[in-house]
């Protein structure tokens, strides 16, 4: 069965930096482009980035320029490396599986991180 | 960017009726060489990560009942829930993966009556 555990999160300072990870089974995370979506507390679903098996990456406007999206092929994970985090990235996590290698729905979603950003 | 727009917000609906669900996207999400629809609908339940429930526009997760059904094309979607269980209670969210940013829609709670 396809499995993806998320881990990383926990409460930081604004302006500090977390690293989330994903850790994949059952598939390669090289097979299929993998992607983060978030979701603010009592809100709706917000997408956050992908990465292709080329490994091109695709951002939100919104953590353009602070959020990196990486794998580790050998350890078949996907990380989340966030800079700068502000009050409004305070949200649950999820890495979720593209169901095909360039494109398709999510078909599989991690049960998620959450990360409070607050003094 | 594509914008997602659900309608309601939210409906209740009694037990083994009929649920509706709108999704209107701002410019069309159909790959016309394809003839496919990239549009996808979510189930997602309190405490639980969103759930896939149709894809291409009208078809079914594996696993899925056959009660939840998409359909629509272009723009304009919808999706059915043929005979509302309790089980079904939860929030809904349609979503376009024909470009980036994917965007969703801003969801519709489904409550039972």
């Known amino acids: 069965e396809v499995q993806l555990v998320e881990s990383g999160g926990g409460l930081i300072q604004p302006g500090g930096s977390l690293r989330l990870s994903c850790a994949a089974s059952e598939f390669t995370v090289t097979s299929n482009y993998m992607s983060w979506v978030r979701q603010a507390p009592g809100k709706g679903l917000e997408w956050v980035s992908l990465?292709?098996?080329?490994?091109?990456?695709y951002y939100a406007d919104s953590v353009k320029g602070r959020f990196t999206i990486s794998r580790d092929n050998s350890k078949n994970t996907l990380y989340l490396q966030m800079i700068s985090l502000r009050a409004e990235d305070t949200a649950m996590y999820y890495c979720?599986?593209?169901?095909?290698?360039?494109?398709?729905?999510?078909?599989?979603w991690g049960q998620g991180t959450l990360v409070t950003v607050s003094s | 960017d594509i914008v997602m727009t659900q309608s309601p917000d939210s409906l209740a609906v009694s037990l083994g009726e009929r649920a509706t669900i709108n999704c209107k996207s701002s410019q069309s999400v159909l790959y016309s060489s394809k003839n496919k629809n990239y549009l996808a609908w979510y189930q997602q339940k309190p405490g639980q990560p969103p759930k896939l429930l149709i894809y291409w526009a009208s078809t079914r997760e594996s696993g899925v009942p056959d009660r939840f059904s998409g359909n629509g094309s272009g723009t304009d979607f919808t999706l059915t829930i043929g005979s509302l269980q309790a089980e079904d209670v939860a929030v809904y969210y349609c979503q376009q993966y024909y470009t980036t940013p994917r965007t969703f829609g801003q969801g519709t709670k489904v409550e039972a009556k």
């Open positions: 990465i292709y098996p080329d490994n091109a990456t």
């Open positions: 979720a599986r593209g169901k095909y290698d360039w494109n398709g729905p999510f078909d599989y």
